[in-house]
């Protein structure tokens, strides 16, 4: 049963490009989440796509923008990158259905280093 | 050994002992807890959870404790081990008109002497 897979694990990018990062969810999840997390700090929510719709935002510029295709599969995509995005940016899955006390799963993440 | 979230955001132990990790959440409208551990170049893994409706529940060497008057949340780990050294987060989720929030504290990190 694979669980949540995420790609590229690293990549490093110039201020100003864009990136696309991506993520399958684990098997028979619907719901993919996608967090930021700096060093040393916990993850940090930036939307929930669901039904290939976003469901829910947080506190992010629209320069951060996604997409959930209709295998479940998800994007994010982020535009004008500044330094301060650099990040450990991760992917989480859960069952829409199940999301009173559904448990989000992890992946690896995509580790983006932007100079 | 004992830890105090974010005024002690590291905690040492020796192999063997017992681990405290504790966190204070936020709402008090938060009804579901769960407890990840983030090893080095992963991501967060599920550790266990627990309701509001429960003020304790174990799991295989891990108990998580639940507070809600005075809105803290600890996990402990029994026997320590090295390969518990590791980032521990709380997560808070409580439901809102859009689903359910998720909120993350700043993490504990675990560091097992042998």
């Known amino acids: 049963d694979a669980g949540v897979t995420q790609s590229p694990t690293h990549l490093i990018k110039t201020r100003g490009q864009q990136v696309t990062l991506r993520c399958s969810p684990k098997?028979?999840?619907?719901?993919v989440s996608w967090y930021q997390q700096a060093l040393g700090q916990g993850p940090q929510f930036i939307f929930q796509?669901?039904?290939?719709?976003?469901?829910q935002r947080g506190n992010f510029p629209d320069r951060f923008s996604g997409h959930q295709f209709p295998n479940y599969s998800s994007e994010l995509n982020v535009n004008a990158l500044l330094l301060g995005d650099s990040a450990l940016y991760l992917c989480?899955?859960?069952?829409?259905?199940?999301?009173?006390?559904?448990?989000?799963?992890f992946g690896n993440g995509t580790r983006l280093t932007v100079t | 050994g004992e830890s105090v979230g974010l005024h002690l955001p590291t905690l040492s132990v020796q192999e063997g002992d017992n681990s405290i990790i504790n966190c204070a959440y936020s709402?008090?409208?938060?009804?579901?807890f769960i407890w990840y551990k983030q090893e080095s170049g992963k991501g967060p893994q599920f550790i266990i959870d627990?309701?509001?409706?429960?003020d304790k529940r174990q799991g295989q060497r891990v108990t998580v404790l639940l507070n809600k008057t005075v809105k803290h949340l600890s996990l402990q780990i029994a026997a320590t081990q090295p390969g518990d050294s590791a980032v521990y987060f709380c997560a808070e989720i409580w439901d809102s008109n859009t689903g359910n929030q998720f909120y993350f504290g700043t993490g504990t990190s675990l560091t097992v002497i042998p």
């Open positions: 709402n008090s409208a938060s009804d579901y």
């Open positions: 627990i309701r509001s409706n429960m």
């Open positions: 796509y669901y039904e290939e719709e976003e469901r």
């Open positions: 098997s028979g999840h619907d719901t």
């Open positions: 989480a899955s859960s069952q829409f259905q199940g999301q009173e006390g559904s448990p989000l799963h």
